[in-house]
């Protein structure tokens, strides 16, 4: 059973950070992929950002540059460290795994990740 919880959210003032905790137990393959997600009330779910465990990230382009994903491998830790937040960053952020992947592609995509997080509130004022 592959649990994933999710931690660091909050409100915050434009232009300020918060970091995104995602804590993985269970079994799952050696080689894999993570990703964040979120979705605000009446949209779709979004990419935000996705790794591997060699290290490869991918990002949706509005993150691109205030926000950086990390993957600690030995306490089974992802990590999105948001910051320069917008009020357009308010959302339901959910960590995701996809057992088994190699390397994430260069568009995020929610396609093969089957495990999934509770989600954490962000909500950024302006």
């Known amino acids: 059973q592959v649990q994933l919880v999710e931690s660091g959210g909050g409100s915050v003032e434009a232009g300020g950070s918060l970091r995104l905790s995602c804590v993985v137990s269970?079994?799952?393959?050696?080689?894999?992929?993570m990703g964040w997600f979120r979705q605000a009330p009446g949209k779709e779910r979004e990419g935000v950002a996705t790794?591997?465990?060699?290290?490869?990230?991918s990002y949706t382009d509005s993150v691109k540059g205030r926000f950086t994903i990390s993957l600690d491998n030995a306490k089974n830790t992802l990590s999105l460290q948001m910051n320069s937040l917008k009020p357009e960053d308010t959302s339901m952020y959910y960590c995701?795994?996809?057992?088994?992947?190699?390397?994430?592609?260069?568009?995020?995509?929610?396609?093969?990740?089957?495990?999934w997080g509770q989600g954490t509130q962000v909500t950024v004022s302006s």
């Open positions: 995701a795994l996809d057992s088994g992947c190699w390397r994430v592609p260069p568009i995020i995509s929610a396609l093969g990740y089957g495990y």
């Open positions: 269970g079994y799952f393959d050696e080689r894999y992929c």
């Open positions: 790794i591997d465990t060699y290290g490869g990230t």
